[in-house]
């Protein structure tokens, strides 16, 4: 039986897999456009003098860093994947809620990358799988390790609370 939380969970598993769909959806002109806005915030952050480079330097910077954060962006949307997708699994057993979200998340990163064979400029790559793959387990990994942590402060404190 399904309880509320993992409902709650499946749901929003599948609104981030849409989010996920939007955005490899883009072709490439409008990808790029999305992660060079990102790493030109990034850089104004930390280099204020960015904004005083010529827009040559600018776009050097940027296209220097393109590539980093297009795939940092991969393991972290399939980190959240795999964070969201673990608490939608109800199971008392560790190594099913652990596995369970990164076979999907290997599931759902093949398919996303078959679909952006298809968009214009986009390719489908074996590399982009392995790491968002890798994001996944490191999302149910990461969820798994506080869901353990809490699950150790609960009886902790059923049992003070016994004790008592």
Known sequence: MIGKRQLIFFILTLIWCGVIFMFSSQNSEASSQTSGS???????FIVPEFSEFTPQQ??????SLQFFARKAAHFTAYFILGVLAFNSVNSKKKALRFF????F???YACSDELHQYF????SCEFRDVCIDTLGAAAGAAAALAVSAIVS??????KKDLISD
């Open 58 to 63: 600018q776009e050097t910077h940027v296209e």
């Open 152 to 157: 150790k402060k609960r009886t902790k404190t």
């Open 119 to 122: 968009i214009p400029g986009r």
């Open 105 to 107: 998340g290997f599931l």
């Open 38 to 44: 990102v790493i030109e915030t990034v850089y104004e």
């Open 100 to 103: 369970i979200p990164v076979i």
